[in-house]
């Protein structure tokens, strides 16, 4: 059986947002106001938009031969799906005051610099949540293989870290917030 469209986008948002279902997660305030403006966008934009497109589509006639009501109907309750776990997420977020964590270890929003002990070169990770990651930004999710073998660590420490591609030995040459 094949699956149409709309069950693969409902597939998404539900998998995007469903790991807030179940616990709390942290983020940062610039993270959390991003989810809010999300959110905000959802229903004060998006919503109406989609209300506009049913009513339009139901002024064309016979319902249960049209087409874009249908389409329309379909899009508001993937709509109103995102909106829902979008609020879950907001609901369940809970903010870190960075300045209450411990500087001496590798901690949930950590910048940690890190030398390559094979090849010598260095690199710096912010850890972040999973929501805000982004490697071209050098933030790293706290779930990530590299983030999960830093966390704890101190200064001077040297982690042996299996990825993917094999084994790599990272020594902390610097932790800051």
């Known amino acids: 059986m094949q699956r149409t469209l709309t069950q693969g986008l409902l597939a998404y948002y539900v998998n995007k947002y469903y790991y807030a279902m179940s616990d709390l997660k942290y983020y940062t305030p610039e993270g959390l106001e991003k989810l809010k403006e999300e959110l905000n966008r959802l229903t004060t934009i998006e919503r109406p938009a989609i209300s506009r497109q049913i009513a339009e589509a139901r002024d064309k006639g016979d319902l249960s ?35 209450k964590l411990d500087n001496s270890k ?7 610099k890190l030398k390559n002990v094979q090849k010598g070169n260095l690199v710096t990770y912010t850890l972040v949540p999973e929501n805000e990651a982004n490697i071209k930004l050098g933030k790293l999710s706290v779930s990530s293989p590299i983030a999960k073998g830093l966390l704890g660590k101190s200064l001077g420490d040297t982690v042996e870290i299996t990825i993917p591609a094999g084994k790599i030995t990272f020594e902390i040459v610097e932790i800051s917030r």
């Open 106 to 112: 590798v901690l949930i929003f950590s910048a940690v």
């Open 65 to 99: 031969e049209n087409a874009e009501y249908a389409a329309a109907k379909e899009a508001q309750s993937m709509l109103e799906l995102k909106i829902s776990k979008l609020q879950e997420v907001v609901g369940n977020a809970r903010l870190i005051d960075e300045r």
